[in-house]
């Protein structure tokens, strides 16, 4: 079953894409929402699915049902204002909650946060050497950077602890990666200067990708045991 959500989100995305490229403003908010839905159906039906990861799983529907909400306060937002700012801490929690979910998998260890401050390095540098008006929420982005690259450091640490669970492992880690790609696409969207509006679909294809990899791995085995 959640394999049809996640064709449904695909194609929602599909007219997501069209309708933004040909200013159909209004559709663009439905189907961003729709395709969003779709990925928390599709973790839904994991969860239900497979008993034996309710721990993970659990916390990774909760992180899908948050970045559901930072879509929808993104996608109503039009100044860069406090639909904005609840938007980030949306998606900052729902960081959070893969993380904790990917945690629950493979233990925490020092190689983790090096690995984080790694990715996070390379985060500032793009935040203070892009060409970006920040509009006076480099504070929140840099924190928001700092939660996205545990959970995509994280994630990439699963490889070790892979046997017996590779295909949730794989998708986990693919999803994070696409996660981290499609932030910094929309990063520079949303305060790059003299964008074109192609980056903004790819950052959805991207985004919905990631998303669906996912909400995919609820459906396989993620527990220790």
């Known amino acids: 079953m959640y394999l049809i959500f996640e064709v ?9 894409i069209f309708a933004f490229q040909g200013d159909f403003s209004g559709w663009v908010i439905y189907l961003k929402c729709l395709s969003s839905f779709f990925f928390v159906l599709a ?20 992180a899908l049902v948050c970045s559901m909400a930072g879509d929808v306060f993104l996608a109503l937002d039009k100044e860069e204002g406090i639909l904005f700012v609840l938007g980030v801490a949306s998606f900052a ?5 893969f993380a904790v979910s990917f945690s629950r998998i493979s233990s925490v260890a020092k190689g983790d946060l090096l690995g984080m401050l790694l990715i996070f ?18 504070p929140v982005l840099v ?10 450091i994280k994630a990439l640490s699963l490889w070790k602890c892979r046997l017996g669970k590779e295909r949730g492992v794989c998708l986990i880690m693919i ?3 696409l996660f981290l790609i499609s932030d910094n696409l929309l990063l520079f969207w949303l305060f790059g200067i ?23 791995a609820l459906s396989g085995k993620l527990s220790r045991n």
């Open 143 to 152: 924190g928001y950077a700092a939660i996205i690259s545990f959970m995509v």
């Open 43 to 62: 973790g839904i039906c994991g969860y239900i699915r497979t008993k034996q990861n309710r721990k993970i799983s659990g916390t990774m529907l909760a």
């Open 175 to 177: 999803g994070s990666v």
């Open 121 to 138: 390095a390379v985060e500032v540098l793009i935040l203070c050497f892009g060409n970006f008006e920040f509009k006076g929420l480099f």
């Open 93 to 97: 929690f729902a960081h959070i909650m």
């Open 8 to 16: 449904l989100m695909l194609f929602s995305m599909g007219g997501l």
């Open 194 to 216: 003299g964008i074109p509006k192609e980056l903004q679909s790819a950052n959805w294809l991207l985004y919905y990708l990631a998303q669906g990899c996912l909400s995919a």
